[in-house]
């Protein structure tokens, strides 16, 4: 039956007694709001109010059970409390469900009061000047701190904010598709709510910049809402009309006229410059907002530190409250760096001195601690760690998720006096042997039950004699019984009868779809399928074929689709081989291709002509001039394409290389050309630094930070000697999948740390290689130059193990004085001499003995991300008194660079030439 609550109506859950309320303007009816996916009820528990989210049938699915354990860790961070939840399931909550089965997947979670921000506007309440300025504060505390976390809502609007002007607090509702690092992505992606949607909204919004745009029009809204002539024009439930958005309208020349008169050109600019985006990565950091609203006349005491604890006081905090947050601060940094025994460390006083404020971060430095001791097999020291945890876990919904992981541990430990029973019965389950005594079969996890049938017992061979062992170790001391891990289940003869028919109709819907042709023209189609085993793949695709022909007129559809494209200046048509290496590759992975080659002329036809009938190829690769030239019509492809970064990798030919990712094999595609991410240098092991936890940490959160426009991180490891260069930060932020260290090369004092990471961003996706190098500084290392690009790395990579054989530990040396910038003049281009073609920049090296010079060009990348060309040139001589770099040896860009030279002593000292001088390139 459908789910018609009334008031006082009680519901059981876990336990506890909920009553629905009264709707305090409507008497006699439950106090419910529905929206669009959903209606929440206000119910209550002991006196406490929660609230009850019931979705419409289209939106109950399992994935709100799997999405709200995830939830649970961001349910302290500001204004994500409803992250705190329990979702009613047929697995949990049986009973409920079988009287009231609307309400599977029904969410509970806290109350939270207030008006929505739609029904202030609605209402067109006035706000003075001080409330919007407070409103807009707590709200973009509470987005930066999500930025700087790595999450998004996803659908910012007016009915997803409850806010209290009066107490100044803000809420996020409706969490459902929040986007963060490891949460699954929904089916159906959220496409931004009218008034606040962003031009690229339709595609889908679910990435860390998702918030970027709406947040910025949210923010708007609230400090110009302190304004009557703001009010008056104001559409609907929002300020603006939907038709409107990103416009130079009327309503929006108004709004910004407003902001640029009460709170100043900084606030005006950064609502223009989103409003005016091109995509959500153009549109200001909510870093940004945050910063330029701080600065404004006016400011409290109310702030967020750098992992997300608030600091909220009207006076100066105490030493003690300054010592703990200090304490807390610091373990969450080891918590990010993976380090929870150090952040431990840290907490000890903290929660001596206040253990109410450093519980949480004790809670998750243990979580964090089991989970890696789980990993390893410890299953004993991960379950001591949970039950740690348990006793330090904060709210509701965290101490169920780790009870249930405690559940789950304990039923993997197996009694070393249950393996010493005589004799072996059968799981009733699975049909497998088991050891006689055990309370859960190893193979299918289900429980056993004491009439199961009793057989001779198989031998076993060594068992580790613990008081507790896990299944893993059982397995590896037993390879006979590790080879089948999927339980087999005994079907009955009318389970084989439907089996079959389900089969024999699959081959016909293969045949038919087989049958399904495409017209294309060519000038050579290829197509080439791996053989594989008959399990991989349907019969048909387990052949070798090869079509050619001058002007084919169809291909099957069934295979994975390439183009190659030839050289726009020769107009050429290049040929269809596919080379050893990706044969290969494609018959270990069981996929099949039909290559299709193109002159740079015919391949803009042939692909509007595939995209208006929305079949377009899966790979598009090119030479190195392609598709930079204006005849190619690149923006035909912008819309539709992702640039694989690194294309050195991809076998076919050198150059560039787009996925479509609206192709039928997408993702057969990004698997081909983003499988296992290879080191691609090889310095020798007898010079790799011992496993330097430090530096490992820091390769891998600085690589990710870089990708990922994390300023803050970027400059809380920066040595305050890093060369930086003006810029508002990355344009188009990356997600990172991996991050591999390549190497560490170096000593006590300096160090070299190449990595590679797999990542994807609204524009490109691929391999990205950097090389970062750190100095110690007071005793911890910290980063003094980043470069990026494998082409751009190549010179230089291979000269530093020569430079670190150079390095010996503690000299006692005195610190080299800095070489002299000579030439260019500071803001010039090396102009060359007669007949040369390129400049040279020139230095006067240090008069101190040194081992190496490296010459460190700074500039801004394509995605505005500040990175570091540099040059290593090793001392095996006595200085002159110049030294010189052709210009040519740098790639040509528009932006401003700036350039200096390192000096580098044989203990690893370094000295910076003062100050760089600057020059366009």
């Known amino acids: ?458 031998e076993i061979s060594e068992v580790p004699q613990e008081s507790g062992i896990p299944w893993a170790e059982v397995a590896a001391a037993n390879p006979e019984v590790r080879t089948e891990l999927k339980p087999k289940r005994r079907l009955s003869g009318w389970v084989w009868v439907v089996g079959g028919l389900v089969v024999i109709a699959v081959f016909a819907a293969i045949w038919a779809i087989g049958s399904l042709k495409i017209p294309y023209t060519a000038s050579e189609t290829v197509v080439a399928t791996a053989s594989v085993p008959e399990s991989t793949l349907p019969p048909e695709q387990t052949t070798i074929t090869t079509i050619t022909g001058t002007n084919p007129t169809e291909v099957a559809i069934k295979a994975l689709q390439i183009w190659v494209v030839g050289d726009p200046y020769n107009n050429d048509t290049p040929s269809t081989d596919i080379s050893s290496e990706l044969s290969q590759i494609m018959q270990q992975n069981g996929i099949s291709a039909v290559v299709t080659a193109f002159s740079a002329d015919e391949f803009v036809t042939h692909f509007s002509e595939a995209n208006s009938i929305g079949i377009l190829p899966d790979i598009v690769t090119g030479g190195n001039f392609f598709p930079l030239e204006e005849g190619l019509a690149i923006t035909e492809l912008t819309d539709h394409v992702l640039w694989v970064s690194e294309s050195l990798n991809w076998p076919l030919m050198r150059g560039f290389v787009f996925l479509c990712p609206s192709s039928q094999n997408y993702e057969v595609a990004r698997e081909l050309v983003l499988r296992e991410s290879t080191c691609w240098h090889n310095w020798p092991e007898s010079q790799i630094l011992r496993q330097d936890q430090d530096l490992t940490a820091l390769g891998d959160s600085i690589t990710r930070a870089y990708l990922e426009g994390n300023i803050e991180t970027m400059q809380q490891y920066s040595d305050s000697n890093r060369q930086l260069v003006e810029g508002s930060g990355p344009t188009d932020i990356a997600e990172v999948d991996t991050v591999k260290i390549c190497g560490m090369l170096g000593n006590s004092r300096l160090a070299f740390v190449s990595t590679i990471a797999t990542f994807q961003s609204q524009h490109m996706l691929g391999y990205y290689d950097l090389l970062l190098i750190f100095r110690k500084d007071s005793g911890n290392w910290a980063l003094l130059g980043l470069a990026p690009d494998r082409e751009l790395l190549e010179e230089s990579i291979g000269v530093i193990p020569q430079l670190v054989n150079s390095l010996v530990e503690n000299s006692g040396g005195d610190i080299p004085e800095p070489a002299i910038l000579l030439f260019p003049p500071d803001g010039e281009y090396p102009q060359p001499p007669a007949g040369q073609r390129f400049g040279d920049f020139i230095w006067q090296p240090s008069s101190s003995p040194v081992v190496a010079e490296i010459l460190e060009f700074t500039f801004v990348d394509y995605a505005n991300r500040i990175g570091n060309r540099i040059f290593i040139n090793l001392r095996v001589d006595q200085p002159s008194n110049e030294d010189k770099i052709s210009a040519g040896e740098l790639f040509g860009t528009g932006d401003t660079w700036y350039w200096r030279v390192w000096s580098i002593a044989d203990d690893g000292t370094i000295s910076i030439s003062q100050p760089a001088r600057s020059f366009v390139n």
């Open 1 to 458: 039956m459908s789910f018609r609550p009334e008031v006082n109506q009680t519901l059981i859950i876990d336990g506890l007694t909920h009553s629905l309320t009264e709707h305090p303007a409507a008497p006699g009816m439950p106090y419910g709001q529905t929206g669009r996916r959903a209606t929440v009820y206000q119910v209550q528990t002991d006196g406490t109010l929660h609230a009850l989210k019931v979705f419409t049938p289209a939106f109950r699915s399992p994935r709100v059970a799997e999405t709200a354990a995830r939830l649970q860790s961001f349910a302290t961070l500001p204004g994500l409390q409803v992250c705190d939840r329990t979702v009613l399931t047929p697995e949990r909550h049986r009973a409920l469900l079988a009287q009231q089965p609307d309400l599977a997947y029904a969410v509970l979670m806290p109350w939270v009061a207030g008006e929505t921000w739609q029904e202030l506007l609605l209402g067109r309440q006035p706000f003075t000047p001080e409330q919007s300025l407070a409103l807009a504060r707590a709200f973009v505390n509470i987005l930066a701190t999500m930025e700087r976390q790595g999450l998004a809502h996803c659908d910012l609007s007016g009915p997803n904010l409850i806010v209290n002007p009066f107490t100044s607090t803000v809420t996020l509702v409706d969490v459902e598709e929040l986007y963060a690092p490891g949460l699954t992505r929904p089916e159906k992606l959220p496409g931004g709510s009218e008034g606040y949607a962003h031009k690229i909204a339709p595609q889908g919004l679910w990435s860390a910049a998702a918030d970027r745009f709406a947040g910025a029009v949210l923010l708007a809204e609230m400090l110009g809402w302190c304004d009557e002539n703001i009010r008056q024009i104001a559409y609907s439930e929002q300020v603006f009309d939907p038709a409107e958005m990103q416009q130079n309208s009327e309503r929006y020349q108004r709004l910004l006229a407003v902001l640029r008169e009460r709170w100043g050109e900084a606030i005006a600019d950064t609502f223009a410059r989103a409003w005016h985006s091109e995509t959500l990565t153009e549109c200001p950091t909510l870093a940004t907002w945050a910063r330029h609203l701080a600065a404004l006349p006016g400011a409290t005491t109310t702030t967020v530190t750098a992992h997300g604890t608030p600091i909220t006081g009207g006076g100066v905090p105490s030493p003690r409250e300054r010592l703990v947050r200090s304490k807390v601060d610091s373990a969450e940094a080891w918590l990010e760096l993976d380090d929870a025994d150090k952040a431990l460390a840290e907490l000890e006083e903290a929660m001596r001195l206040a253990p109410e404020l450093a519980a949480p971060v004790v809670a998750r430095a243990y979580l964090k601690r089991g989970t890696q001791k789980e990993q390893t097999g410890d299953l004993s020291g991960a379950l001591a760690d949970y039950q740690t945890a348990l006793s330090h876990a904060p709210t509701e919904g965290l101490q169920d998720e780790l009870r249930a992981i405690i559940a789950e541990v304990e039923a993997r430990l197996i009694p070393v006096e249950l393996l010493e029973q005589p004799n072996t019965p059968h799981c009733p389950h699975c049909e497998r042997e088991v050891q006689a005594g055990w309370i859960r079969c190893p193979y299918c996890g289900e429980v056993l039950q004491e009439e199961v049938v009793e057989v001779a017992r198989p």
